[in-house]
């Protein structure tokens, strides 16, 4: 996924905290003396001054978009677009405890980097849509990832809240509705007992849950799925979809089954129909 933050701004941004200046142009005459240096200064801070709430995705040339492959991050870290569940704190920037109750990270093999999780806490990965612009489900429905599972929840169960755990999931969120504000979401799911096609419907209808996979039978194996999300929306809530969903997370756990998990993750992708075999 292409960065939100160029990494001279990141550089500049700390030393103004660092000096703490009141205004851009008295630090730049601080901290350059040269006429051209601070012009070229001025142009990477304005020449696009929604840089950081507006980054754009990475679009091939088929016109799929890259939502996230992770080659971008630092392995041993979390990943950089995204945040925490209510998309309200980036989670790479987290430290000390904050940063352990998350058990992702960067990994890589043979050159590929990818997203692992290895733990038992339900915390989820938010990688926010709704800034972002030339996201158009009319043209880019499918979405397409890869995961990898290792561990599954001992007897995880989706439809039993006592045991509801997922070796990996997927979540596509569309919006609020209802009284309450529920999120309106499609969980795409790695059972451990659930049978493959199995669709459940909870929080009032607000959320359905289409289990992908299921058991140890693939444990170790990265699979690809390809799903229509606007024909998924359709047909589970009886209505059109909007034009982009406004965020996707990612969510492995084991807290109620008291089970160790892991999972691997690579690949998010948005493309258009006829770049599938579907």
Same mark, same amino acid.
């Not at 929840?153 to 999931?169: I, L, M, R, V």
């Given at each position: 996924?292409?960065?939100?933050?160029?990494?001279?701004?990141?550089?500049?941004?700390?030393?103004?905290?660092?000096?703490?200046?009141?205004?851009?142009?008295?630090?730049?005459?601080?901290?350059?003396?040269?006429?051209?240096?601070?012009?070229?200064?001025?142009?990477?801070?304005?020449?696009?001054?929604?840089?950081?709430?507006?980054?754009?995705?990475?679009?091939? @040339?088929? =016109? %799929? #978009?890259?939502?996230? /492959? !992770?080659?971008?991050?630092?392995?041993?870290? $979390?990943?950089? +677009?995204?945040? *925490?569940?209510?998309?309200?704190?980036?989670?790479?920037?987290?430290?000390?405890?904050?940063?352990?109750?998350?058990?992702?990270?960067?990994?890589?093999?043979?050159?590929?980097?990818?997203?692992?999780?290895?733990?038992?806490?339900?915390?989820?990965?938010?990688?926010?849509?709704?800034?972002?612009?030339?996201?158009?489900?009319?043209?880019?429905?499918?979405?397409?990832?890869?995961?990898?599972?290792?561990?599954?929840?001992?007897?995880?169960?989706?439809?039993?809240?006592?045991?509801?755990?997922?070796?990996?999931?997927?979540?596509?969120?569309?919006?609020?509705?209802?009284?309450?504000?529920?999120?309106?979401?499609?969980?795409?799911?790695?059972?451990?007992?659930? @049978?493959? =096609? %199995? #669709?459940?419907?909870? /929080? !009032?209808?607000?959320?359905?849950?289409?289990? $992908?996979?299921? +058991?140890?039978? *693939?444990?170790?194996?990265?699979?690809?799925?390809?799903?229509?999300?606007?024909?998924?929306?359709?047909?589970?809530?009886?209505?059109?979809?909007?034009?982009?969903?406004?965020?996707?997370?990612?969510?492995?756990?084991?807290?109620?089954?008291?089970?160790?998990?892991?999972?691997?993750?690579?690949?998010?992708?948005?493309?258009?129909?006829?770049?599938?075999?579907?």
């Amino acid at each position: 996924m292409v960065r939100e933050q160029n990494p001279f701004l990141v550089i500049i941004h700390n030393y103004m905290m660092i000096i703490n200046v009141r205004n851009l142009n008295n630090f730049i005459n601080k901290l350059f003396q040269w006429s051209n240096l601070k012009l070229f200064i001025l142009i990477i801070f304005f020449i696009n001054p929604f840089q950081l709430t507006h980054a754009q995705f990475q679009k091939e @040339p088929d =016109g %799929t #978009i890259i939502l996230d /492959n !992770f080659q971008d991050d630092t392995v041993g870290t $979390l990943p950089y +677009g995204w945040y *925490n569940r209510d998309g309200n704190v980036k989670v790479w920037n987290l430290t000390g405890n904050d940063r352990d109750k998350y058990k992702y990270q960067i990994k890589e093999n043979g050159g590929n980097k990818y997203l692992e999780y290895d733990g038992i806490k339900a915390m989820h990965l938010n990688l926010p849509l709704v800034n972002k612009k030339g996201i158009n489900l009319e043209k880019t429905p499918i979405l397409s990832w890869k995961w990898r599972v290792y561990d599954i929840p001992k007897g995880g169960n989706e439809n039993d809240s006592d045991k509801n755990d997922s070796a990996a999931g997927i979540y596509v969120v569309y919006g609020f509705a209802g009284l309450f504000k529920l999120p309106k979401s499609i969980k795409y799911c790695w059972s451990s007992t659930l @049978p493959v =096609g %199995t #669709i459940l419907s909870k /929080n !009032f209808g607000k959320q359905k849950i289409i289990v $992908l996979e299921s +058991g140890s039978k *693939n444990e170790g194996k990265w699979i690809t799925f390809q799903r229509n999300i606007a024909q998924d929306y359709k047909n589970l809530f009886g209505e059109d979809p909007p034009d982009k969903p406004i965020a996707i997370l990612i969510l492995s756990d084991g807290n109620n089954t008291k089970s160790r998990v892991k999972a691997d993750y690579d690949d998010i992708e948005l493309k258009p129909v006829d770049t599938t075999h579907r």
